[in-house]
């Protein structure tokens, strides 16, 4: 691993930051900087962010509380059941996968993804603040299983929440407001991330957590303050200017994932 823990501390707060200012984990940030930064292999750098992610997104899911109740994301049970039921399974299957990829394949899969998450992202300033479901009974249920599916793979690939994937899959597959679906989105990582971590604790590079004890708790700490400087920060910059932003940072970071040896 290179540089010291203070650059970690620092990348940490500055992932967080973004993180808190587009209501995400950060995840996507971290993942090229743990490997293009501080020099991690592509799968012990998703399992690092696998374990810093859960973190994030347990306490975003809690802080949340105070502008979306909990009981009023309990009251959509029925959409939170129906992408898990897709996402748990993709989570598995995508963490087996990557422990089996060879890490320059793995790298190429990193990049297309963040490229993916891009595009997501930069078309989330597109979406209304809520409308009417695009597919309802049946045939939204089976949008949905297919959708968690794909999410839970992705994030389970990449050590991410999936909230760019999830946020714009709620808000145009069930109506949700995307406040709401925020929480919402939070509500379906969470699980999903725990089963993918699960999936990759089976795995010899799963010790990466216990030869970086120092660097996992002290990163974790700086992406938590900045969670709490970037939600201090929302109501400065203007989405108009911070998601396009934000995208373009991520297609640098595939590009360099890309070409990473």
Same mark, same amino acid.
């Given at each position: 691993m290179k540089n010291g823990m203070a650059t970690v501390f620092a990348a940490g707060a500055a992932i967080g930051t973004l993180g808190g200012l587009i209501g995400l984990g950060g995840a996507e940030f971290r993942l090229p900087l743990l490997i293009g930064l501080f020099g991690f292999a592509a799968l012990h750098a998703v399992i690092l962010n696998k374990a810093m992610s859960l973190v994030v997104v347990a306490a975003?899911?809690?802080?949340?509380?105070?502008?979306?109740?909990?009981?009023?994301?309990?009251?959509? &049970?029925?959409?939170?059941?129906?992408?898990?039921?897709?996402?748990?399974?993709?989570? &598995?299957?995508?963490? /087996? &996968?990557?422990?089996?990829?060879?890490?320059?394949?793995?790298?190429?899969? @990193?990049?297309?993804?963040?490229?993916? @998450?891009?595009?997501?992202?930069?078309?989330?300033? &597109?979406?209304? /603040?809520?409308?009417?479901?695009?597919?309802?009974?049946?045939?939204?249920?089976?949008? /949905?299983?297919?959708?968690?599916?794909?999410?839970?793979?992705?994030?389970?690939?990449? /050590?991410?929440?999936?909230?760019?994937?999830? @946020?714009?899959?709620l808000v145009l597959l069930f109506g949700a407001e995307i406040k709401l679906a925020g929480s919402l989105s939070l509500a379906v990582s969470l699980p999903t991330m725990i089963v993918g971590f699960t999936r990759y604790s089976r795995d010899s590079s799963f010790q990466v957590l216990g030869q970086n004890k120092q660097f996992v708790l002290v990163m974790a700490a700086g992406s938590l303050v900045g969670a709490g400087i970037g939600g201090a920060l929302l109501g400065v910059m203007p989405s108009a200017v911070l998601l396009p932003l934000l995208a373009a940072i991520l297609v640098v970071s595939a590009v360099k994932v890309w070409r990473h040896k």
């Open positions: 975003a899911l809690v802080f949340r509380t105070r502008t979306v109740p909990l009981d009023v994301v309990l009251a959509h &049970w029925q959409t939170v059941l129906n992408l898990l039921a897709g996402s748990l399974a993709g989570a &598995w299957l995508g963490a /087996g &996968w990557a422990t089996r990829m060879r890490h320059q394949t793995l790298y190429k899969v @990193i990049a297309a993804l963040l490229l993916l @998450i891009a595009v997501a992202l930069a078309a989330e300033h &597109w979406l209304p /603040g809520h409308g009417e479901p695009l597919l309802v009974g049946p045939a939204q249920w089976a949008a /949905g299983l297919v959708a968690g599916f794909g999410i839970g793979v992705v994030a389970s690939l990449m /050590g991410v929440a999936g909230g760019e994937l999830l @946020i714009p899959t």
